[in-house]
C-alpha cells in the first residue's frame, strides 16, 4: 500500500474514521463531565435532605406548639365572653330591681310638683290631685321609654 496511490474513497474513509474518533473523543469528554454534574448534583440532593428534612420536622413541632397555644387563647377568651355575659346579667338585673322604684320616686315627684303647682293656682284639690297623677304617670311613662332607648344603644 501506497501513500501516494490512494483514492479518493480511501481518502474519505480515513477522513470518516477520524472524525469519528474527534466526535468520540468529545463525547467521552462530555459525557465525563456530565457524569460529574450528576455527581455532584446528587451529593447537593443528599446533603439538602439530610440538612432540610430535621428543619421540617422542627417546623411541625413548632406549628404543633402554637397550635396548643392557640386552643389555650381560646379557652380564656371564652372565658372571658362567658364573664362579660354574666357581668351584663347581673348588671341588667340590678338595673330592673332598681328601675321600677326609681321609676316610682320619680313619678311621685313629678305629681307632687304639678299638683302643689296647680293647687296653688287653681285653689282646688281635686283639680291637684288629678293634675299631680297625670303628672306622674306622665313622668314615669317618660322615663320608662328612656330606660327601654337606653337599653336598646350600645356605648
Do not use: C
Amino acid at each position: 500500500m501506497h501513500f501516494l496511490a490512494v483514492t479518493a474513497g480511501e481518502v474519505a474513509d480515513y477522513a470518516l474514521a477520524a472524525f469519528l474518533l474527534v466526535v468520540g473523543a468529545g463525547l467521552a469528554y462530555a459525557f465525563l463531565r456530565l457524569g460529574g454534574t450528576f455527581g455532584r448534583l446528587s451529593s447537593f440532593i443528599k446533603g439538602t435532605e439530610t440538612e432540610l428534612l430535621p428543619v421540617i420536622h422542627k417546623v411541625g413541632e413548632s406549628v404543633d406548639k402554637v397550635n396548643g397555644q392557640l386552643d389555650k387563647v381560646d379557652r380564656v377568651t371564652d372565658s372571658a365572653v362567658d364573664m362579660a355575659d354574666s357581668a351584663d346579667t347581673a348588671v341588667r338585673a340590678v338595673s330592673m330591681a332598681i328601675a321600677r322604684p326609681v321609676q316610682k320616686v320619680s313619678g311621685f315627684a313629678a305629681g307632687v310638683t304639678h299638683g302643689a303647682a296647680s293647687l296653688k293656682a287653681h285653689r282646688n284639690w281635686s283639680e291637684a290631685v288629678r293634675t299631680g297623677k297625670e303628672a306622674a304617670a306622665r313622668r314615669e311613662t317618660d322615663l320608662a321609654d328612656e330606660l327601654r332607648d337606653a337599653d336598646g344603644q350600645t356605648p
